[in-house]
């Protein structure tokens, strides 16, 4: 447990460092000293600087035999290994909640354990009626494709089902969300410069969490599914959590969508932005909660761990783009 003094003095410090990390016109984020940085985590997980020494140096490992993978193309075998390694024990309530509630939904993942072969396995693991699509930051590697295929034959998604950030409208994605049975999966927990953001919780402190599916969901009024893959043993575990509802329960009507009065006035209009606002507030802050579980449990094999504290920068020092 960190002292009053490194709560008070050091604490600013660290927040004056984060603002000053990210570029105000992209330029490379400023080098900061390990010393440095293992006092900002230090700071925010409430560990001892050797302690976080460690934890950083099993995630530099842990993220090198990721990235290996994704960037190469693996042995039939060790693809096979892999993709067994994968278990999904809410696999039959998972393929129930795609019979019974026909709607569209956003599956929202975080970047823990091997989130890349962990969300194939995850999608692959039923038959979806709809379309499957995932929104990414940036196009996967012609060998992320071939090993997707290898491993999970015919049920692996191909390039077809990759929408590019960039170049998807707000309008298609509303489009693709509103029609019956269709799975869009994006990653929720992204550092900052990747989208708006919100004020949430997290590990006992305000911070700045990534807005963007809470967004897509209640403008679209489709739940939100949390899914995570975290090691376990020798293999991994895909876990889902309970469906996030992105309607209104306050039964103020918040359809943008929705016959309006000719005589309604602002302060209606303001109620209404107020609710959406803080539907788009509680579903982020639901998603948060299972992040700061994983990190307290398990921070090494969550893939954002050096940039914490970039989450507890104000968007005011923050560059990124919108949704």
Known sequence: MLSSWNQSVLAPRVHAWCAQWQSRRKKQPQVLSQAAHCRALSLYLREPCAAMRGLLRRHARYQRRLDYNRHHVLSSAQLQRLQQSFEFSQQQAYAQLLHSDPRSRIVAAFHCGDYVFGM????????????????????????????????????????????????????????????????????????????????????????????????????????????????????????????????????????????????????????????????????????????????????????????LPLYFTAPSHLHGGNL
């Open 120 to 307: 194939n396995a995850f999608v692959s693991s039923v038959i979806h009626d709809g379309m499957v699509k995932v929104l990414s930051q940036r196009a996967a590697t012609a060998a992320h494709w071939q090993n997707i295929r290898t491993a999970f034959g015919a049920g692996a998604r191909g390039q077809e089902a990759e929408l590019l950030r960039v170049d998807t409208a707000p309008t298609d994605l509303s489009a693709f969300l509103r029609a019956r049975n269709n799975t869009l999966l994006l990653f929720c927990d992204l550092p900052a410069g990747n989208g708006e953001r919100i004020k949430v919780k997290f590990l006992g402190r305000d911070t700045w969490f990534p807005r963007g599916a809470a967004t897509l969901a209640v403008a679209n009024r489709v739940p939100l599914l949390p899914v995570i893959s975290l090691p376990q043993g020798r293999g991994n575990q895909i876990l889902l959590f309970p469906q996030l509802e992105s309607a209104s329960s306050s039964g103020v009507n918040t359809d943008a969508n929705a016959d309006t009065d000719i005589n309604t006035n602002t302060n209606t209009n303001s109620h209404v932005d107020e609710a959406i606002a803080l539907r788009v507030q509680r579903l982020t802050q639901s998603l948060a909660d299972i992040l700061e579980q994983v990190v307290l449990l398990d921070p090494v094999h969550w893939r954002y761990l050096p940039s």
